[in-house]
Nanobody, 119 residues
């Protein structure tokens, strides 16, 4: 299973970015897709997830600013980030939880994409 993230970069405070992550190399259902981030010296934290049915969950720190969506036909999850703040600076990782026919679920990670927000 491979997850390829893209869309990171450098943006000024208040700006916007859209991250994309394509999942490939799997045979079973992707149950949940999501984005996590890790800032220097901090633990990886959840940013947003979206279920197979399209139900999103957001960290309190990004509610109202970030929007997660998925295109199941393209095996892709997106994260639209508006009103970016310097504290959003981190490496962003996409995650996919894949369920096999025995209902066993395993999570997979992409390599991450850097988002830097300047003040």
């Amino acid at each position: 299973v491979q997850l390829q993230a893209s869309g990171g970069g450098l943006v000024h405070s208040g700006g916007s970015l859209r991250l994309s992550c394509v999942v490939s190399g799997y045979d079973f259902d992707i149950v949940t897709m999501g984005w996590y981030r890790q800032a220097p010296g901090k633990q990886r934290e959840l940013v947003a997830t979206v279920t197979k049915g399209g139900n999103p969950t957001y960290a309190d720190s990004v509610k109202g600013r970030f929007t997660i969506s998925r295109d199941s036909a393209k095996n892709t999850v997106y994260l639209r980030m508006n009103s970016l703040k310097p504290e959003d600076t981190a490496v962003y990782y996409c995650n996919a939880a894949i369920e096999d026919p025995t209902r066993f679920t395993m999570g997979y990670w992409g390599k991450g994409t850097q988002v830097t927000v300047s003040s």
